[in-house]
């Protein structure tokens, strides 16, 4: 519904080294519409949160996780 605040959480970690994911979050049918949530971890499991405010218009909406940069 729009103006629902979504909370979301995650936890994440590299297996050889540095490795980048993103959380895109928008409608199912277009681009992402978040600020860009960039999570970068080395080995160690980390604990990741955030906040999105469905904006007018949007009824549904998608939640994405997706590799950004290899390991480093």
């Not at 049918?29 to 999570?39: L, V």
Request: glycine share 14%; net charge neutral.
């Amino acid at each position: 519904m729009p103006g629902t605040t979504l909370y979301w959480k995650l936890s994440h970690c590299g297996r050889k080294g540095t490795h980048t994911m993103a959380v895109d979050i928008g409608p199912p049918d277009g681009t992402p519409n978040n600020e860009r949530q960039e999570i970068s971890d080395g080995q160690e499991w980390r604990h990741h949160h955030g906040e999105y405010t469905v904006p007018f218009g949007q009824t549904v909406t998608r939640f994405a996780f997706r590799s950004v940069g290899g390991i480093s």
